[in-house]
């Protein structure tokens, strides 16, 4: 059997760049975590796509997520298997990852049209909103589908619920 052709969405951040290039614009970025999948992800990565025409994800490094201050034992799933996951969801077009704190860096370098943050965050207050706005991107907060959280559901299961 062939491997699953979503693989192919799945990019080195060297290469990030030239790929994102050849997708249909406007392209949407978003990044984070995405540790253990839920409903609460699925629903904001769709509602960013509809966004724009195309959904970068950029995922936090395993060593990235960990100074997150998440606890020891996360990111549960390491960063190969959550970027299958992401790049398996429809809404998905392609996802690369990113070692830094905060994805300024790759932000700069591939100058998404739209920035996607989900709505605990103040656009105002980021740095990445001040690059993309400085190269006549957009910069938008997405509400949370409340009652999903994965520090929640991990709890939960150590709670032996």
């Known amino acids: ?16 760049r030239e790929r ?4 249909p614009r406007p392209v949407v ?15 904001y990565l769709a ?3 509809e966004l724009g025409a195309s959904l970068v994800v950029a995922l936090n490094t395993d060593a990235s997520a960990r100074r997150l201050g998440k606890g ?14 992401m790049a398996a969801l429809e809404s998905v077009s392609l996802v690369t990852w990113f070692d830094e704190d905060t994805p300024l860096e790759l932000i700069t370098e591939l100058k998404p049209d739209v920035l ?3 709505g605990d965050y103040d656009m105002d207050t980021l740095a990445e909103t001040a690059v993309v706005k400085a190269y006549g991107g957009q910069a938008l907060a997405i509400a949370f589908v409340e009652g ?3 520090t ?10």
């Open 47 to 49: 509602q960013a796509r």
């Open 148 to 150: 999903y959280s994965t």
């Open 72 to 85: 020891p034992e996360r990111p549960l799933n390491r960063e190969q298997d959550r970027a299958v996951l």
């Open 1 to 16: 059997m062939n491997p699953p052709a979503f693989l192919d969405k799945i990019v080195a951040r060297q290469d990030a």
């Open 20 to 23: 994102m290039a050849a997708l």
């Open 29 to 43: 970025f978003t990044n984070g975590v995405f540790d253990v999948l839920h409903c609460g992800h699925a629903t």
């Open 116 to 118: 996607v943050k989900g």
């Open 152 to 161: 929640a559901l991990v709890n939960k299961i150590k709670a032996g619920a």
